[in-house]
């Protein structure tokens, strides 16, 4: 956006502040400054009137013009086409020397005597206005003759342009900054008087009349005016337009262009005579898709409010009756139509509109009228129609001390109140519970909680004003109960990786077929679009997938097939889990030099080693539910006395069908087991002792019973004992020969044969006592 020093003065007295002091306040309170240049017109160059042009006699596109300056009259040759007898001028006199470091010199054009220049607005350094000379009139200021141009306070100018982001609608206008800087520099805006109409004047009622929808969410004002004769701008616009790069070339348009830089307010200008119906114009305001404001005359569709303007109503310059509409939308339904219709040609309303426009539209009305209140060339309409949407502003409740904490520096509650104040909100200060209630200004939108607050306290403070103090390098503990489980998941599938198992990854849909085969009965939940007839239904195990995923490995070449897989399952009902699912298939590894050529086979102790590296220790129970599994190894899964899976082998039928070799799994219920982290125990510095014992025990008999009998005794030195070979034969009938092999340590001294002995007689005497079990 760009500013003037001057134009800001008509709504803020700034005249004690230097351009540098401008730009660091600008820069300090959030708008950032791009650029700035200062206008200074030199020397040497003085009001002039022309009292005479007459045509140069040798050069068809030079004029003689004689030129009074006050002191004496100057003959100047001039090659502007619009340089006219009557007119006010800027004179560079004899000695001047131009902004682009021309000297003004005593010349002779084609044999005519030239005394000074009668300057254009860019040989002075301004902006262009036109294509010829600048023709000066009293928007400036008095004119007397003589006096340097140096001397009016617009051509002793600042132009500043600044960056204002996207949620700062309302700075989008000389009085948003004016606003601003009054709040930073402690200063007030000059009053703004409401026009009052005068006496005798039409009223506008004969002319429009306005019917809005309950449910219109926007605000209208209109107002009228006639146009006597061509209208035309007065320099000051000219130039403040031309320095804001205004494209219009609309009189009318140019203006309100104008009134809107100024005030913030959207204007709109209507034709009368394009859409007047039987003298008068029927405007109806209705509420569209996305609440935005549809504007109609009679039927007609003429736009919406801060959007588009159909092209048929707009006003040109044969326009004698003209129709002025402001308008205020929610930035946010404006933002949601245009972006439901791509197509809306942007424009400087549209964007306006888009980040905030300012409310207040009566101000801009105000502003335009007294405008044009002395202009000989326009007659004004009395009064208004007018629609003002009723929306309650956003209240707000903050403590002193929760402000301070935020900034972390305590601001005074006057300093505090001042600011917001000088911002346009509304404050009530509540002494006895030391908090703040803040009423939003409708032009702030952008104003949501008391963070935002707290940032314009600090926007108006400064920065810099505020002590530094250390980081705290301190932070809430985040780690929560989902983290946990994650890391928990992620660790269990490193430890399969590093026990030989690779991972494999599937959909979460399986096929319902395979899956009725193996026993599984379908969830109830159905996939309404599967993705193909294979991968239609979700899947209540691990298991088939895994199957599938061997079978291919064995029938590319593969020996030895060794894969785990964590994903979701779910239930009959539709309950989804998480599991870890394993199957070793065919030799225990894949035959190589390194290793040889013969190697066993998987069996089910290897496999449920396997499983105990990625798991931990873990009890097996006799199992003979799970159909799929061989019936004589399978068995469910117990820690610290919870279910948590089960393993076994797969059923040779099973492995049949699949083309696979002796095939172990293993699923584990992800949700049932508990994190366990590794704990350091003392360990003995002494050495241990083994002893073997071969036990006649019979033939069905489980080694649960021997183990629980055995623990019973709570043995401390006894460290383990584990069955390490069966010998069956004729002469022991019904019964077997069980070799257990017991290890004991002590964590103080070192055992003698004689304390083992007694601690085997123990175990023996248990045992017979307990299973009628004798040594062999």
Known sequence: MIISKNWLNELIDLSTFSTDELVKTLNSIGFEVDGFKEIRVPDNIVVGYVRSRQKHPDADKLSVCEVDIGSENLQIVCGAKNVEAGQFVPVALIGAVMPNGLEIKKAKLRGVESCGMICSSTELGLAKINDGIMVLDESIGSLELGKKIADFECFNDAIIEIDITANRGDANSINGIARELAAKLDLNLKENTPYEDAENLPGIGRIVSLHADENVQSSVVYKALQIHENLSENLLTKLRLAVVECDKTCVIERLLEYVTYTTGVLLRAYDYDKIATNDK??????????KECEIYADSQNLGVAGVYQDKICKVDENSKIVIVAASYTDPNIIAEFVGENKNIQKDAELYRATRGSEPNLNYAM???????????????????????????????????????????????RSEIVRILKKLGFAVVFNQELESINIKVPLFRHDIINSHDICEEIVRLVGID?????????????????????????LDLRKKSASAGFFESVHYVFDSADELKILGFTPCKAQIANPINNELNELRPTLINHLLSSAEKNIKNQKRSAKLFEYGAVFSQNGDQSSRFGFIHAGLLKEPSLANGVKIAEVDFLSFANSIKSVIGDFNLSKSDEIAYLSPFEQAKIYKNGVEIGYIGRLHTKFEDLRDLPKTYICEIYFDALNYEPIKAVPYSKFPSISRDLSLIVPNDMEFRLIKEAIN???????????????YRSNELGKNV????????QDMNSSLTDDEVAVLMDKILTQLNEKLSVSIR
């Open 281 to 290: 114009v029927l405007f109806s305001i209705k509420s569209g898709k996305n």
């Open 737 to 744: 020969s069980l070799s257990v092999k017991f290890t004991f």
């Open 366 to 412: 105000d502003y335009l009228f007294k405008k044009l209140a002395t202009s000989k060339q326009v007659s004004l309409y009395a009064g208004a129609q007018q629609y003002l949407a009723k929306k309650e502003p956003k209240m707000l409740n903050i403590t002193l001390a929760e402000i301070n904490k935020m900034i972390g520096y305590e601001v005074a």
């Open 465 to 489: 004003n505020i002590p530094s103090s250390p980081m705290k390098f301190s932070e809430e503990n985040r780690l929560n109960d989902t983290y946990k489980r994650y890391k928990f998941a």
């Open 712 to 726: 019973e005794l709570k043995i401390p030195t006894l460290k383990e004992f584990l069955p390490v070979d069966i």
